[in-house]
């Protein structure tokens, strides 16, 4: 990158010849009281305020980080379609011919009918041994006794998948669901790895190679010959895709000033819930399962030329001591947004960084203290965060069995997530975080309570509790996600959380296994969510409250956090606070969330 000098940015590009440069000078001039109110003007948000919190610099990076998000929502859950179940019957030799479809009239004595559908794995006794068509009648069969399928399957519809390619069906069905599982494992392993090759060698890098790597294993596991091999990859896919959303997040909000923060983390989230959406599209559209992989991941590869188009994080930049090419990223930037930028705090910042890096390689962690210090609040927190990755993601699963057509209740599935994500903005500050969490987390468990009363077959009764639910339990991961960054002090805070999140993940891994315990029990799924939800949601009243306070630097003060109340003027990330703690909230959020 060139060494521009600060010539390039001057006050020369604000003369007010037009309306567009009096809106800048007028900006910069807001921006400029602002940073008179800051304690340290040379930090790295004063010098973002001074360029621009939201200029046309970090737009253009910000709208190019969002297609990694949709395409993570991709990849993260694209087996809810290639693994599913198909809908199915018993070829009734008999009664079926080459031209027979899934629905016949003669149905109702040779498959029994249960749950409002045609048994999928039975049928009634045959009376007979010879098997032709003129034995297609009620008297050659014994409707008191039922037996497996024997000679193949009739399908209701076109759609082809991992079941139909490989023989997957009724007991082996686990084989379905262990493909999700499978899939979370790998993110549980690749989100550390992810994390610790991202701090080695880069954000970019890791966005970008990951994100290609990643979109290489789907196009391989779209030529799966077998379901182990499919099995394998899904695995590769995770392990090495999975640090796309926190990655991207990451970069995201770096180059936002510190008041645009908390808007910008919730924009980008809103498409990682557009990316399922938009799944749900495609796989009505593409109803096999090769040729859907392969549209979703064959485009990711272009993920590669994040490395000559997107610019390094800077924090991570100064982390590494890596100074001028950190500079020269705040000078583009600046330039881009036709700010001004001075080398005398651009020398300070330099200079503050220098003396961080010798403080952090003498910091203590005290993780086993910590650990025995806040027990009770770390076991709640893990608790919480179980409970939330199994029921957001058990519902997304759950939703393709609601009844209707499955491919438009997963796209309102993705939709409903978006009110979902902008509610705790409204309700975190008026009505506190605890309060909030645990509101948003009964709503949801009294929903999923009452659609084990609704009938089967009312599906519009299904749908509305189902998207009511999808949509509390959104918004309390939301509000998780800023309430568990904030009751931890700073040095062991994202020790802490990752401990929290990582326990949580077993939920994502438990989640693709809840469908079959329908096949038990048509409610059981609904009823594991609703009680999870009830005694998790109590239990949140259990942590301290956290609005309007700093955040805790020290242990006492993180312990004493119901004792005391400071105003800061907002959550983490919301720029109303000053000092190191929150930036180190702001930049520590994305790894510890996900």
Known sequence: MTNHKAGTAT????????GHHMRQTE???????????????????????????????????YILLCIPMVFNAFFSISYVFTASTVVQRCNITQCDSPSSLYEESWLNFTIPYQNSAWDSCHQYVENITETSGEFCSAEYFNRTATQSCSNGYKFRDEERTISTEFDIFCKDEWMLSMVGTINNVGQFVGIPIGGYFADRYGR?????????????MGVIRSLSTNYYMFLSFEFLDMAVGSTLFPTAFLLAIELVGPKRRVAAATIITIFYSLGEAFLGFLASQLQHWRW???????PAILQLLFLWILPESVRWLLSQGAEQKAASVLRRAARCNKRSLPEEQLDELLANNRQKLRQANESQYPIMKAIRFFLLRIANCCLCWFTHTLIALGLSLNSVNLGGNKYTNFMLNGFIQIPGLLLPLIIMDRFGRRYSLCASMLVCAVCMGASAAIDPDNYAGSLTLFLIGKLAITCSFQILYFFTSEIFPTNVRNSLLSMCSMVGRIGSMLAPQTPLLAKYYIYAPQILFATFA?????????FPETADKVLPTTMEEARDLNRKRHTRGGGVGAGGGTGDEEQQAQDEGPRKLY
Not at 11 to 18: D, I
Request: net charge negative; hydrophobic share 40%; aromatic share 8%.
């Open 292 to 298: 859907l992989l392969r549209a979703l991941y064959a």
């Open 204 to 216: 970019r890098t890791m966005l970008a190679i990951g994100g290609a790597l990643s979109a290489l």
């Open 534 to 542: 009830l005694i998790s949601g109590f239990f949140t009243l259990g």
């Open 11 to 18: 006050g020369e590009n604000f003369t007010p010849s037009n």
């Open 27 to 61: 900006e910069q001039q807001a921006d400029d009281r602002q940073l008179d109110d800051d304690d340290d003007e040379n930090s790295l948000d004063a010098i973002l305020v001074r360029i621009g919190q939201f200029g046309r610099y970090q737009i253009i990076n």
